[in-house]
């Protein structure tokens, strides 16, 4: 998809990264936000199992956002793997967070609860895929 | 259920007993729905098979999918309580103003987040069903493998001694099927309505089997009737002793 015009304004500077770099590491406590300008990426968990890719991400589309709608600056819940050559947008934080705090406490409680939801539906399918194979 | 008007949001307080149902997949809906007190349980249905999907506890929000997309669509789960529940409706209009007022970035980080999830509840659900049919496969196929051991016909001489009997008479003839559990013999040195032996005698057998193995056993009677030749008794039998070497031998002959 193109890049959301909307994002774009909030693009504080542009990165590189070849085929299997790590732009975001499991466990490691993280600050920015990214978008993907150009390739793609693969979203990585860790298992007993080993790591094994839950997503594919795009053009256009947004990753690491989890840290806005936590309160503390929480782990990263999953690696980002560059697929091939990536071009990515680091996102200004800090103004992302004065926009997410424009939102009605209803809002915001309701974005909670769907990040919450992403991240317990993906660990869930994560346990199955490694109990069944 | 009963409901009451809360307060100027004017949302409406629904309150479950435990196992009603709260959202049905394929419903149209548009409410959001927020858990005041009291669990659900979020489900789909494949062949008439439940499949639980997640459960979701007081302060949580569901339903929000709709909303956030903004489109008429029809619910991708059922929802059923728990528990005693009492949950909050949240009609769109009424967030109307605030989804207008919510900053465009945050808007398309939010439809994103949702995507997200919609993908991983479809492959959730995918990986829940794979698993529940995995473990039916594996029930069915032991029930399968015992089938295949089941019996096969043939025609292959014998020798039998009576055993636990002071007479100690002798049998002779032609095993026509054999299973794990025993064999079937049609007798040629007696006649049927000269019949010494009746059911629970036992005997010790040989023979060899088609393959070219000898086999020895011990076998009991267990039903008797008339055989194939006219006048013939044909004993069904059933092992009390088989040597592992006989019975490993047996299971590689009657594998297909």
């Known amino acids: 998809m193109p890049v959301d015009e909307f994002t774009y304004a909030f693009i504080a500077k542009e990165e590189n990264y070849s085929d299997n770099d790590y732009i975001i590491k499991e466990g490691t406590s993280g600050d920015w936000v990214y978008i993907i300008l150009k390739g793609k990426v693969k979203v990585k968990k860790m298992t007993a199992k080993g790591l094994i890719t839950v997503d594919t991400l795009r053009e256009g589309e947004i990753f690491g956002e989890m840290i806005l709608w936590q309160a503390g600056r929480g782990a990263r819940t999953a690696s980002v793997v560059a697929d091939g050559p990536v071009k990515v947008g680091v996102l200004d934080t800090e103004a992302l967070l004065k926009e997410y705090e424009k939102l009605s406490p209803r809002l915001k409680g309701l974005m909670k609860s769907l990040i919450k939801r992403l991240s317990e539906t993906t660990q869930k399918a994560v346990t199955i895929a490694v109990e069944t194979n | ?256």
């Not at chain 2, 909050?88 to 997200?116: C, F, G, S, T």
């Not at chain 2, 025609?155 to 008479?169: D, L, P, Y």
């Open chain 2, 1 to 256: 259920m009963i409901d009451q008007e809360i307060d100027v949001f004017h949302a409406y307080l629904l309150k479950y007993r435990k196992g009603e149902l709260v959202i049905k997949e394929g419903d149209y809906g548009i409410s959001i729905y927020k858990i005041v007190k009291g669990k659900v349980l979020i489900f789909t249905e494949s062949d008439n098979i439940e499949i639980p999907i997640t459960t979701i506890g007081e302060g949580e929000v569901i339903g929000e999918m709709l909303f956030l997309k903004k489109t008429i669509d029809r619910r991708s789960a059922s929802v059923r309580t728990l528990e005693d529940s009492e949950i909050e409706v949240w009609h769109p209009d009424m967030l109307a103003k605030e989804y207008a007022d919510m900053p465009p970035v945050i808007k398309h980080i939010a439809n994103q987040a949702l995507n997200r999830l919609v993908r991983m509840n479809k492959m959730l659900v995918q990986l829940t069903t794979r698993k529940q049919k995995l473990r039916e496969i594996v029930e069915t196929d032991v029930w399968v493998k015992k089938r295949r051991f089941y019996r096969k016909k043939m025609e292959i001489g014998f020798t039998g001694r009576q055993i636990n009997s002071t007479a100690k008479k002798l049998l002779s003839g032609y095993i026509t099927d054999i299973s794990l559990g025993g064999v079937g013999m049609e007798i040629t040195n007696i006649k049927l309505n000269n019949n010494p032996f009746k059911t629970g005698d036992e005997f010790f057998v040989k023979t060899v089997l088609p393959n070219g193995k000898d086999m020895e056993f011990h076998a009991k009677i267990v039903s008797i009737k008339g055989g194939k030749m006219p006048g013939a008794p044909f004993f069904g039998m059933s092992f009390t002793e088989l040597p592992d070497s006989s019975r490993k031998d047996l299971g590689f002959f009657l594998m297909p």
